[in-house]
């Protein structure tokens, strides 16, 4: 197994694990988004965020990303963690390491706060983002409808960083310096 950052060339394959979710409750997207929409959000994210994939035989088999919580510059220093993986390797541990990367890469980039909404029920992603020490603060009661029923959506939190007067900005991930992004990514493989 090799986790490493997504790049343009990986889109194609990520979107073949993204559309395993789409008649699901696990996202609010209702239709697959064409490849060249989907390459762009990657493009898009990875500039500013890490975007994570990670690879079993050669075969990209889940994928992981954060992305700004809110627009606000006052938001700057929380993000939002989104994962998929392949409906074959859930509950391997492999959610596990994809955010423990995330999140060490996000604290090099000033990130004090990491979110993650979860549609209720979903016991595997409600269990992982309680081992990582995410704790549920809140709700959103009948907040979306797909599948023919409303949902709610579990928001989860954790602090990842302390918190100061007057934090440094957020920095863009191509702003961190190469070799220490890798360091992390051989940590936690």
């Given at each position: ?76 220093w929380?993000?939002?963690l ?61 907040t ?11 928001w ?34």
């Open positions: 197994m090799k986790i490493r950052f997504a790049d343009s060339k990986d889109s194609k394959e990520i979107l073949k694990i993204y559309q395993q979710y789409i008649d699901t409750t696990i996202t609010f997207e209702c239709r697959l988004p064409t490849a060249e929409d989907f390459s762009k959000r990657v493009e898009d994210i990875s500039a500013q965020y890490p975007y994570l994939v990670c690879e079993q035989e050669g075969c990209i088999v889940g994928y992981a990303y954060a992305s700004r919580q809110m627009q606000r510059e006052a938001y700057q929380n993000a939002t989104s994962i998929y993986l392949h409906e074959n390797i859930t509950s391997k541990g492999i959610g596990k390491r994809l955010y423990q990367i995330l999140i060490e890469i996000l604290k090099k980039q000033g990130v004090k706060t990491v979110y993650a909404g979860v549609t209720i029920p979903n016991e595997k992603s409600e269990n992982l983002h309680k081992s990582l020490g995410f704790q549920c603060f809140g709700v959103y009661r009948n979306g409808y797909k599948c023919n029923r409303w949902l709610d959506v579990a989860f939190e954790k602090n990842i960083d302390q918190y100061c007067q007057n934090p440094a900005p957020f920095e863009p991930i191509q702003k961190i310096p190469k070799q220490e992004l890798l360091e992390i990514l051989e940590k936690y493989c």
